[in-house]
């Protein structure tokens, strides 16, 4: 047995929105916690790599996109150009806020950071790999951590493609977010949300994108009325957007990244581009930390199972966050953390959300919850819908974004909101409303019959409710809707 250097009531393993939010909520109930991250500082990919700084950026080209629509109008005069130093300081400045607030409430709460990668020896022991600098090198150091309790925090990685080649010029969502160079062509492999969303930060700064996705549409898992709108408003982006389309070769030449596809519309022989960019998925760690060493159960696709409240098959050992399956999110995560903490304190606390939203970061932004048409479709679930367009919305066209629209799905019975979706800007902002309405069985009356501030874009939330219970006066008659 090895030697223990530190014995804890609790040990996190990974400090991501997930793992800090389950360490500081256990320390707040009293238990000694230990937090062991690669990272030098806590927040993990999605702070340091990832979604922070990601956001960073976006506003950025948000904001930037909008001055230059208002010199078009003629309302701004002279030259306007993004400068990628300017933003890589920007973003360095948020994310360092940011860790710089999370180390001081760890302080705060005597929640003490290992550094390092850690590896199960048993189900009561952790060996951490202690690791330094900011490329997290190993020192070849270890400290073993004796613990009562543990929950598992390790997160996912970017999903590697066996038929990419290694070259700086071929990026993943992490090294994309340094900037180190503003390719004239560059591809996007997957089309999903990550992918889109730094396509748009590179397209800002001059690039001219190629996107492959191997299903039928951009951004799988949102409705397709919504991708139509953020797909209208960025085509300008793209050179071309191949759709039922795999990529079955790379290779990395002098002249740069060349890339061969299969599918209905893929061009003919190999295409050349500058750099590449590779946003096919992730992938859980679950099967890296020498989870059945600790008899911790762990899918073929690195999974942890889990019950209720995030509890493995181990009653002492927890999961949470991306490790414990999708949707892989971070407010999903940190829901489950503060399940896990409690529950490993010994309350009696349960993972029972109704629903988790989903946000697309993009320009517009798109957002959704619950059910959406698909589902409902997949699922033979009959439902009634409400569409109020942004067109009609006073401030949507002060703010000249009248492109968007909100929608409402409601269960054609009882008339209870059962999803809902938005795009347009700031659709994550609005978003949070319907996930309260789902959460409270709230239906179209209780929605209509909110008063929303005026002239605000969640009134679009409140006047989709009264369109269709057939009362909303911002739009022609419609037919109402038969009484529940």
């Excluded at 409710?465 to 038969?482: H, I, Q």
Aim: proline share 5%; aromatic share 4%.
């Amino acid at each position: 047995m090895a030697d223990i250097d530190l014995e804890t009531d609790l040990l996190v393993l990974g400090a991501g929105p997930g793992g800090y939010s389950a360490a500081f909520r256990a320390a707040d109930l009293g238990m000694k916690t230990v937090l062991v991250e690669r990272y030098a500082t806590l927040g993990g990919v999605c702070l340091n790599v990832g979604c922070i700084p990601s956001k960073a950026l976006l506003h950025s080209v948000a904001v930037a996109d909008e001055a230059l629509q208002l010199r078009e109008d003629g309302l701004l005069s002279g030259s306007l150009k993004l400068e990628a130093k300017g933003l890589l300081a920007h973003k360095a400045k948020v994310v360092a806020r940011m860790t710089g607030g999370l180390a001081a409430m760890a302080k705060a709460r005597k929640v003490e950071h290992v550094r390092g990668t850690g590896q199960f020896l048993d189900a009561h022991t952790l060996e951490v790999a202690l690791t330094e600098g900011a490329g997290r090198a190993p020192t070849g150091a270890k400290k073993v951590i004796r613990f009562q309790k543990a929950i598992i925090a390790a997160g996912s990685r970017i999903m590697a493609l066996p038929f990419i080649p290694k070259d700086p010029r071929i990026l993943v969502s992490t090294s994309a977010l340094d900037l180190k160079a503003v390719p004239g062509k560059l591809l996007i492999i997957g089309g999903g949300i990550i992918g889109m969303e730094l396509g748009t930060v590179y397209s800002a700064l001059g690039a001219r994108l190629d996107v492959v996705e191997m299903t039928d549409g951009l951004m799988p898992g949102a409705d397709r009325d919504l991708v139509r709108v953020w797909r209208k408003k960025n085509e300008h982006r793209f050179d071309r957007i191949l759709l039922s389309t795999k990529t079955v070769k790379v290779e990395a030449k002098p002249d740069g990244i060349w890339a061969s596809f299969e599918g209905p519309g893929a061009p003919e022989g190999a295409q050349r581009y500058d750099q590449v960019l590779v946003a096919a998925g992730r992938a859980a760690n679950g099967l890296r930390i020498g989870a059945d060493k600790a008899g911790v159960a762990v899918t073929e696709r690195g999974i942890i199972p889990v019950d209720k409240q995030q509890r493995t098959n181990v009653p002492h050992i927890f999961a949470i966050g991306d490790i414990a399956g999708a949707p892989m999110l971070a407010h999903k995560a940190v829901h489950e953390a503060h399940v896990a903490a409690e529950a490993a304190s010994g309350l009696k606390s349960h993972f029972d959300a109704r629903v988790v939203p989903a946000v697309a970061y993009t320009d517009p932004e798109i957002a959704w919850v619950g059910l959406t048409e698909e589902q409902a479709a997949a699922q033979g679930i009959a439902v009634g819908k409400s569409v109020f367009p942004w067109a009609a919305s006073g401030r949507a066209v002060a703010n000249g974004r009248d492109e968007g629209f909100t929608k409402l799905l409601f269960d054609a019975e009882t008339h209870r909101l059962l999803g809902g979706a938005v795009v347009g800007p700031h659709a994550g902002d609005l978003i949070g409303e319907l996930c309260l309405a789902i959460e409270m069985g709230a239906d179209a009356a209780d929605i209509g019959a909110t008063i929303h501030p005026h002239p605000t874009l969640c009134e679009s939330i409140g006047m989709a409710g009264e369109l269709f219970e057939g009362v909303c006066t911002d739009l022609p008659a419609a037919k109402r809707a038969p009484a529940p």
